[in-house]
Nanobody
Framework: QVQLVESGGGLVQAGGSLRLSCAASGSIFHISDMGWYRQVPGKQRELVAIITRGGSSNYADYVKGRFFISADNAKNTVYLQMNSLKSEDTAVYFC??????????????WGQGTQVTVSS
């Protein structure tokens, strides 16, 4: 079993910053990539940013230049630094980890989600 523990969400004023963290633990053999998604009620979950084990990253266009993803591979932890937050960034943010278990099976895990609310 793999557990993902997220932290760092909350309420912030527009223009402010927040940092999300997600730590993975459990039966992990090798992490392929880690990412952040977000979802608002009535809409599909969408990719915010993703980072590979090697450090390559990709961002959704609407967060480029404002959000920055990083990872501490030794700690199996991924971070999302969110700057210049806008009201439209309000959503539940989910951590996602794609990893190989000890049987070399690629599996996908999700965090419980953390609420980010940006007040205008």
């Amino acid at each position: 079993q793999v557990q993902l523990v997220e932290s760092g969400g909350g309420l912030v004023q527009a223009g402010g910053s927040l940092r999300l963290s997600c730590a993975a633990s459990g039966s992990i053999f090798h992490i392929s990539d880690m990412g952040w998604y977000r979802q608002v009620p009535g809409k599909q979950r969408e990719l915010v940013a993703i980072i590979t084990r090697g450090g390559s990253s990709n961002y959704a266009d609407y967060v480029k230049g404002r959000f920055f993803i990083s990872a501490d591979n030794a700690k199996n932890t991924v971070y999302l630094q969110m700057n210049s937050l806008k009201s439209e960034d309000t959503a539940v943010y989910f951590c996602n980890v794609a990893l190989y278990d000890r049987y070399f099976s690629l599996k996908d895990y999700w965090g419980q989600g953390t609420q980010v609310t940006v007040s205008s």
